[in-house]
């Protein structure tokens, strides 16, 4: 619970900075220059190694490029087309992805998908695993300022950010509450659950 109660805390913070609110017409010319070549000129990524941002909640998208730009999160890629930045570019940013329509996918593995579902619907009480939509909501919608929007993503990067969290490499989830459940999962069940999600609309 005390985890549960530091997360929150670190998110709300996370919204109160979003109270600016971004232009999402400002932020489409730094797509078309810096973001669009790995996230897609409308947030839906072509590539499974770079996650979709169309319809994400712009108070995630925000605090994951503070992140990136402080140095809480890293990634090789991120950190040099961030350093640019301004606030106000990260704003701006975060409202023209959030703006952006979804694609529909299709996950491509039945019989890990019907091992996925069980794991993201009702999660795995024997090891201690939480069900997945418990936060991220059972259409994988999220909770807007708590828990980002997971629908639709592609199974590769859901798949190497729960190994992250496993491993300790991502670890700018507040609370750390992902890196907690990544460590309960065995390397089957995250494979199964990034190919549900990857199939969620």
Do not use: W
């Not at 913070?13 to 932020?27: I, L, P």
């Not at 590539?47 to 319809?55: E, K």
């Not at 606030?87 to 329509?101: E, G, H, P, T, V």
């Not at 996925?116 to 059972?138: F, T």
């Amino acid at each position: 619970m005390k985890h549960l109660i530091v997360l929150l805390s670190s998110l709300f913070v996370a919204g109160g900075a979003f109270a600016a609110a971004g232009d999402a017409a400002k932020g489409q010319p730094i797509v078309d220059k810096v973001c669009g070549a790995c996230h897609g000129a409308d947030g839906n990524s072509t590539s499974p190694i770079y996650p979709n941002l169309a319809g994400q909640h712009p108070e995630y998208i925000n605090k994951q490029l503070n992140d990136f730009k402080a140095g809480a999160r890293k990634n090789a890629t991120m950190a040099p087309n961030v350093t640019n930045l301004s606030q106000q570019d990260m704003l701006n940013l975060a409202a023209y992805f959030s703006s952006q329509q979804s694609k529909a996918r299709m996950a491509k593995d039945a019989a890990l998908v019907a091992e996925g579902q069980k794991i993201y619907k009702g999660g795995n009480p024997g090891s201690g695993v939480p069900a997945c939509a418990s936060c991220h909501g059972p259409a994988g919608s999220g909770i807007p300022v708590q828990f980002p929007r997971v629908a639709g993503q592609h199974s590769k990067y859901v798949l190497s950010q729960l190994k992250n969290f496993r491993s300790g490499d991502r670890a700018n989830d507040g609370g750390k509450m992902m890196q907690v459940i990544a460590r309960k999962l065995t390397d089957r069940e995250m494979l199964a659950v990034a190919e549900y999600i990857s199939g969620l609309r």
